[in-house]
């Protein structure tokens, strides 16, 4: 049984950073994608950043405009785990985070193509 955690969620005053992670177990996500969305109250969730498998030994990243320069996606494919490193946190940052996985993907950046999601962590960005 695939499962996805995520943990490092909280509250943060603007300006600040926080670090989140979410460790798969299940199966490997090495040649896959893994992936963060996140959806705010009243909004639909929305793609925050992926990681995925490009080739050999080479991956690709993709950022949503709204968090380029201030969010990085990295991944620990020994540990099966994808961290998201958020930097000058804005309270429009505010939402519940989510970790999304699947082994073979093509698009990283729609929901729909992900099998795999976490249960969620709340972030909270106070002004």
């Known amino acids: 049984q695939v499962q996805l955690v995520e943990s490092g969620g909280g509250l943060v005053q603007a300006g600040g950073s926080l670090r989140l992670s979410c460790v798969a177990s299940?199966?490997?996500?090495?040649?896959?994608?893994m992936g963060w969305f996140r959806q705010a109250p009243g909004k639909e969730r929305e793609f925050v950043a992926a990681?995925?498998?490009?080739?050999?030994?080479?991956?690709?990243?993709d950022y949503a405009d709204s968090v380029k320069g201030r969010f990085t996606i990295s991944r620990d494919n020994v540990k099966n785990t994808v961290y998201l490193q958020m930097n000058s946190l804005k309270p429009e940052d505010t939402a519940v985070y989510y970790c999304?996985?699947?082994?073979?993907?093509?698009?990283?950046?729609?929901?729909?193509?992900?099998?795999?999601w976490g249960q969620g962590t709340q972030v909270t960005v106070s002004s």
């Open positions: 999304a996985a699947d082994p073979v993907i093509t698009i990283a950046t729609m929901s729909q193509n992900y099998h795999y």
């Open positions: 299940g199966r490997t996500f090495s040649r896959g994608a």
């Open positions: 990681i995925r498998w490009s080739g050999g030994s080479t991956t690709s990243v």
